[in-house]
């Protein structure tokens, strides 16, 4: 059965940091792309990151690039989240998934993903 466990999430002040982690298992751990999503109170889903496990390629949506982060331990099948001078517009519920399938050039739509994680919430306060 497949299974994204996300956790690391928390409360800090601007500036501070997170590290957010997403436990795979099951087919998950062999998806052609892992990503983390946001979303804040009242908008739309958005794609942070995403990762291609097998050649460790990665992508960031501009407004995070140069911030976050985002790495695999293979060994232990979690892809991390790094989230460093973290600003109050990144509080959001945070959500990791995998696409067993997906394509690299539609790493930020939704859709392209089967498998999401519960969620971990992030609050950054000013």
């Not at 999503?37 to 990762?51: L, N, S, T, Y």
């Not at 140069?66 to 989230?83: E, H, P, W």
């Not at 859709?111 to 992030?122: C, I, S």
Request: proline letters at 3%; charged letters at 15%.
């Amino acid at each position: 059965q497949v299974q994204l466990v996300a956790s690391g999430g928390g409360s800090v002040q601007a500036g501070g940091s997170l590290r957010l982690s997403c436990a795979a298992s099951g087919y998950a751990s062999g998806s052609a792309l892992m990503g983390w999503f946001r979303q804040a109170p009242g908008k739309e889903r958005e794609g942070v990151a995403a990762i291609d496990p097998g050649t460790g390629n990665t992508l960031y949506a501009d407004s995070v690039k140069g911030r976050f982060t985002i790495s695999q331990d293979n060994a232990k099948n979690t892809v991390y989240l790094q989230m460093n001078s973290l600003k109050p517009e990144d509080t959001a519920m945070y959500y990791c998934a995998a696409a067993p399938s997906g394509r690299w050039y539609s790493w930020y739509r939704e859709n392209e993903y089967k498998y999401w994680g519960q969620g971990t919430q992030v609050a950054v306060s000013s």
